[in-house]
Nanobody
Framework: EVQLVESGGVLVQPGGSLRLSCAAS????????MSWVRQAPGKGLEWVSA????????YSADSVKGRFTISRDNAKNTLYLQMNSLKPEDTAMYYC???WGPGGSRGQGTQVTVSS
């Protein structure tokens, strides 16, 4: 059974930084691309970033390019999202997703709120 458990979401001030983590189990993590998606209140799902199984290919949405960095530690079965220069419009529930793109299995999410 695929299990994805996100953590690290908190209330942070504009301009601040956060690192989200996603602990994966139930599949061979090192062989699978992974993604982060987010959903802001009243809005649809947005594909934020993705990373290939070995880390050699990365996708970042224009809205986060230059501010968010996706990474992974295959030895720890963990996916990360380093978020810098946070803006109020980054406020959303963040989910990690198995696969390249927004359509795969995802966890329960972690809430990020950017507000002063």
């Amino acid at each position: 059974e695929v299990q994805l458990v996100e953590s690290g979401g908190v209330l942070v001030q504009p301009g601040g930084s956060l690192r989200l983590s996603c602990a994966a189990s139930g599949f061979t993590f090192s062989l699978v691309s992974m993604s982060w998606v987010r959903q802001a209140p009243g809005k649809g799902l947005e594909w934020v970033s993705a990373i290939s199984s070995g880390g050699g290919s990365i996708y970042s949405a224009d809205s986060v390019k230059g501010r968010f960095t996706i990474s992974r530690d295959n030895a720890k079965n963990t996916l990360y999202l380093q978020m810098n220069s946070l803006k109020p419009e980054d406020t959303a529930m963040y989910y990690c997703v198995k696969g390249w793109g927004p359509g795969g299995s995802r966890g329960q999410g972690t809430q990020v709120t950017v507000s002063s």
